[in-house]
């Protein structure tokens, strides 16, 4: 593996999609538990507030928080610490990992950007594995707008309005992207199934540690930690 062409690439268009990263056990594994976990139908954990105005239907798990450590070997892969540490640089950090589940029938993710673009050395890093395949006609596929780490704020307008230059990924089981967190990106609605991604965050060295608390969407900025919405954008 190249990992300084990697990041090239990485730096380039925002977003790495690399096929067939992890073991197809490992992931009937994780996969297995995070069905266990979620069930069919499981209940949105937002205000009715951000869900109408977001267009975001995902619930999401921290599975490490409540003890438990089966996602840690994907996590501690040194393949993955090595690419993260040349894409970021010495002294990154590990933030959280968090499985970000969609149910069968809803809108998955509208545009956005995990954390406001105003200093462009300020940001997160997704890291994102697949524990099952995201097939086209199923939905849930991956959205992102290649380079617009680079293009400042996400633009005002339809959240789920389709952007001329968009890339659609469809990540098959074992595979891993990595995703700037200043990118556009989305997950497009479920339709013949449940989708589930589980996302290692990471920071370059120094980002703080709330770097996501306040989300960008297209028609407004919203804070997590206080469930409100604090700018509107039209």
Known sequence: MDYKELAEQFWEQGYLHLPGFFTADRMDHLNAMIHDHFGANPDFEHTEEFLEKSKVEVVPW????????????????ERL???????????????????????????????????????????NLNRLIYTQDIREEEGGQLGVVPGSHRMGELTVGDPTGDFDTQKVLAPKKGDLVILHGHAWHRVFPSQGGSRSSTNFRAGPQGTPEDITDICVYRNMRYKFSTSEVVMERA
């Open 62 to 77: 921290f599975p490490q928080r409540e003890g438990i450590h089966d996602f840690d070997v994907e996590e501690g892969d």
């Open 81 to 123: 610490d090595t690419l993260t540490r040349t894409i970021l640089g010495e002294g990154w950090g590990k933030q959280y990992c968090m499985v970000m589940f969609s149910k069968d029938g809803s809108n998955g993710q509208s545009w956005h950007q995990d954390c406001p673009p105003d200093d462009a050395g300020v940001h």
